[in-house]
C-alpha cells in the first residue's frame, strides 16, 4: 500500500465545496492546492481538434442576443452583474420579450447576483407566468415542479404557452452541477469569463438535445460577447425582431 504521506488525491470538478476539501484534508492531513483549469479552445481543422472542441462547445446549443439599453446616469461605470443589479427591469423585459419570441420550453434564468433573484421570479410572475421556481431545488423539488412537463432522462415536451412552462432563476452558483433537460438558458448579463459563459450556456443541450443560450446585453457589454465568439468561434445571432445585428461575428 502507498503511505499516507505520499499520497496524492486529485479532485476535478466544478462542484468541489469547501467543505469536501476540508474533509480530505483532514484525510490526507496535508493542505490543499486549488488550481482553476484554463478553458481551451481548440482551433484547427484536424479530428483531435474537432472532437475536443465538440466537447467544449456542443454544437447542439445555439447562441443568441438581445440588445437593451437601460438608462444610466452620466457618472455610471456600472457593467455586467452590477449593471444587472441596478437596472433589472429593463434587463426582464427584454427577457420577456425574447422569451415571446420563442417556443415555449424549460428554460433558466441566470440573474446575476443573489440579490436580483426574487425581483426577476416577482417581475416574470407578473407578465403571467406561474411555474417561476428559485434555485436551489434539490432534485426531487425539480421533478415535482416540473410534472410531466420535463422529465430528467427524457424529452421536454412541447408546451403551446409560457404561463404553464417551468421556469428556474438563479445564479452562477446555483447553476453549477445542475442536470436537467432545459431548451433555454437566459443570462440577464454577459458573464465575465469565457469559461463561465460555456458553463452557463452548457446548462442546455445536454445528451445530444437541441438548446438555445440567449444573452441579455447592452451596448455597452457587447465588446465582451464578441470576445466570447473570437475565443470560442462561436456565432452570436441576434434574437429575430429583439435584435439589430451589431456584432462582426454574425452570420
Known sequence: PVPLEKL??????????RSLRKQL???LGSPSVEKAADLVAPTGRD???????????PS??????????PPLPESS??????????????????????MRELSPGPAIVFAGRASAMDETAAALKA???????LLPLTTTEIKQS???????????????SWVDTPVYVGTERWGRGLDM?????????????????????????????AGSAVTITTPEQTPRLAAFSKTLNLAFMPLRNCSTSILSKDV
Not at 461605470?77 to 425574447?98: E, F, H, I, K, R
Not at 443570462?187 to 443541450?205: D, E, K, Q, S, V
Request: hydrophobic share 40%; with cysteine; net charge positive.
Open 8 to 17: 496524492q488525491l486529485i479532485c476535478a470538478t466544478a462542484t468541489v465545496g
Open 77 to 98: 461605470t456600472l457593467s455586467g452583474d452590477d449593471l444587472m443589479t441596478q437596472a433589472p427591469n429593463a434587463a426582464v423585459a427584454a427577457l420577456w420579450s425574447a
Open 146 to 160: 416540473t410534472g410531466a412537463v420535463v422529465s430528467m432522462s427524457g424529452d421536454a415536451g412541447p408546451r403551446s
Open 181 to 209: 433537460r432545459l431548451q433555454y438558458v437566459f443570462m440577464l448579463a454577459p458573464p465575465p469569463t469565457c469559461a463561465t459563459y460555456m458553463h452557463l450556456a452548457g446548462r442546455t443541450g445536454r445528451q445530444g438535445a
Open 60 to 69: 447542439t446549443i445555439s447562441h443568441h442576443y438581445v440588445l437593451t439599453a
Open 47 to 57: 479530428k483531435k481538434s474537432g472532437l475536443q472542441r465538440q466537447y467544449l462547445v
Open 127 to 133: 407578465f403571467g407566468l406561474r411555474c417561476v421556481h
Open 25 to 27: 484534508q483532514e484525510m
